[in-house]
């Protein structure tokens, strides 16, 4: 089912493509609503039909996993022509000529100096993923329902995290007129207001999940084990959202001014520098459920580290790009 799913979302990628490109567009444009607008309705689109085409509902026939990613694929068709559409009516700053689709060597190196370390960083949390389930899967006792645990977790914590990303993809545009005004003024107040919000919404975030850990918890078909690491996985976890938050705003400072690098560096920090290594040397020291917390305080000491790099590296090498500027 696996491979069937595959097989169609890939060969039929196009649409989540196309829409990637339209939706970043309209963010650079200060248009984020409408991208917005193309995202909800291909998710949407994609939930309702996901009843409809797996199970056979009104006529269709019943095809399983195979109608879902059709499903899938439809949605994301769906919220390409629509972000396509608002970037021709509302994108009257972009000149969509022909001619500018002809390939430019140095367009594509400077889109690749950018987006190079941007796709190692999606990569690295697969990597992180992987590596984490293999170590977490070789702890003694345990080790099969701290997989399962972690696995939960990752879904709990996308609900605040995204948010963040959310912040981040808005100072990314707004620091990077900043920057090509020359306006050292401008990017300081972009980067101080987007790491306000993100303080704000990740320590909503922590406390919002704190307070519900106990219920969230209790929804999942956990066995006794599993209920009290996942508990233990939430209550510890959730205090570095706003640890995370930062580093994850920081990426979109260094992405607005050809940081890429930089951007990349933070990524590798949390996901794999100052995670699987703790990881592993913490697991050495778990010797059944009594202790099995201590697995979780990985994440915690892997985002102070990367944040104390992060800061270090907007000191040292960031700031040295604004000292000619007003």
Not at 257 to 262: F, R, S, T, Y
Request: charged share 15%; glycine share 8%.
């Amino acid at each position: 089912m696996t491979i069937d799913y595959l097989k169609i979302c890939c060969s039929i990628s196009f649409g989540i493509i196309f829409f990637s490109i339209y939706e970043k567009i309209l963010q650079a444009t200060g248009r984020s609503l409408y991208s917005t607008i193309a995202q909800i309705s291909g998710a949407v689109t994609n939930i309702i039909l996901d009843p409809i085409m797996i199970y056979g509902w009104f006529c269709c026939p019943e095809m399983g996993v195979k109608r879902a990613a059709y499903a899938t694929v439809i949605g994301q068709i769906l919220s390409a022509v629509l972000a396509f559409y608002f970037h021709l009516i509302k994108d009257k700053e972009v000149d969509n000529r022909l001619i500018y689709l002809k390939p430019s060597a140095n367009t594509i190196k400077e889109i690749y100096t950018i987006g190079l370390p941007a796709i190692i960083s999606q990569a690295l949390l697969t990597v992180m993923t992987y590596g984490l389930n293999i170590i977490l899967g070789s702890i003694h006792q345990i080790g099969e329902n701290a997989v399962t645990v972690y696995g939960l977790y990752c879904k709990i914590q996308q609900m605040i995290i995204f948010a963040t990303v959310g912040v981040r993809d808005t100072i990314t545009p707004i620091v990077s007129f900043s920057y090509g005004m020359g306006s050292k003024t401008r990017i300081r107040e972009g980067i101080r207001c987007g790491m306000t919000f993100t303080i704000i919404i990740m320590i909503i975030g922590t406390v919002l999940i704190e307070a519900i850990a106990v219920p969230l918890t209790r929804f999942f078909s956990l066995s006794d084990i599993s209920y009290s690491m996942c508990l233990d996985c939430i209550r510890i976890v959730s205090a570095a959202f706003t640890l995370a938050g930062i580093c994850i705003a920081f990426q979109g400072v260094f992405q607005a001014i050809g940081g890429g690098i930089e951007s990349l560096l933070i990524s590798l920090g949390r996901q794999v520098v100052f995670i699987l290594p703790v990881a592993y040397i913490i697991s050495k020291f778990i010797t059944g459920v009594e202790n099995s917390y201590l697995i979780w305080w990985t994440f915690i000491i892997g985002e102070c580290l990367t944040l104390m790099c992060t800061l270090f590296m907007y000191k040292h090498s960031i700031k040295k790009k604004f000292n000619n500027w007003r």
